[in-house]
């Protein structure tokens, strides 16, 4: 592709990237065939706007898409992990963490924490597919498991009382007690 056709691809992208049309500049990056290095200048300063105006996310997501350095797609990350964090969004958190990379303390941090909530709030379905998703201690599978399993008990859904005592290894009389109420 001639210089020229490069030239007027980047000054596309660049001017939609100032406008905030990422959608628009990534099809650009497309159409003309740009190489991620030739729009390093143009994605850094939206990567930088984006981060002084709170954007968290969508910083890092360009940071990832456009191959910025690692450090500066984890700074972002990071920022939007702890805003996810302090609004008590703890499993899109411990998602958000998981898809960006983030150290696997920081996940299992969030993890921890949405599992707790998920409790506390008697969510335990939640919190049992947070344990099981994020890979939790087996204390905490079997605590959310021994939860479920009486309030299904509690409702008269014994099958599924049942059913999750098997999966999660409960204790052999609670089988029984479910296997009785069943027959």
């Given at each position: 592709m001639p210089d020229s056709n490069l030239a007027e691809g980047v000054r596309q992208f660049t001017v939609k990237m100032n406008l905030g049309a990422y959608k628009e500049a990534a099809r650009i990056k497309s159409d003309f065939?740009?190489?991620?290095?030739?729009?390093?200048?143009?994605?850094?300063q939206a990567y930088e706007a984006n981060m002084k105006k709170g954007d968290f996310s969508l910083a890092a997501d360009l940071a990832k898409q456009y191959d910025l350095p690692a450090d500066l797609r984890n700074e972002?990350?990071?920022?939007?992990?702890?805003?996810?964090?302090?609004?008590?969004?703890?499993r899109a958190a411990a998602d958000y963490a998981k898809e960006f990379g983030?150290?696997?303390?920081?996940?299992?941090e969030a993890?921890?924490?949405?599992?707790n909530k998920s409790m506390s709030f008697g969510l335990v379905k939640n919190a049992a597919e947070i344990a099981e998703?994020?890979?939790?201690?087996?204390?905490?599978?079997?605590?959310?498991?021994?939860?479920?399993?009486?309030?299904?008990?509690?409702?008269?859904?014994?099958?599924?009382?049942?059913?999750i005592a098997?999966?999660?290894?409960?204790?052999e009389e609670l089988v029984q007690e479910a296997e009785k109420k069943i027959s």
């Open positions: 065939g740009l190489p991620s290095e030739m729009l390093q200048d143009a994605v850094r972002a990350a990071l920022r939007s992990f702890h805003r996810k964090i302090d609004s008590e969004f703890f983030l150290p696997e303390q920081t996940i299992r993890a921890i924490q949405a599992f998703d994020f890979e939790l201690p087996l204390k905490m599978k079997q605590d959310a498991a021994m939860k479920s399993f009486e309030q299904h008990m509690q409702a008269g859904l014994y099958r599924k009382a049942l059913k098997r999966k999660y290894n409960l204790p």
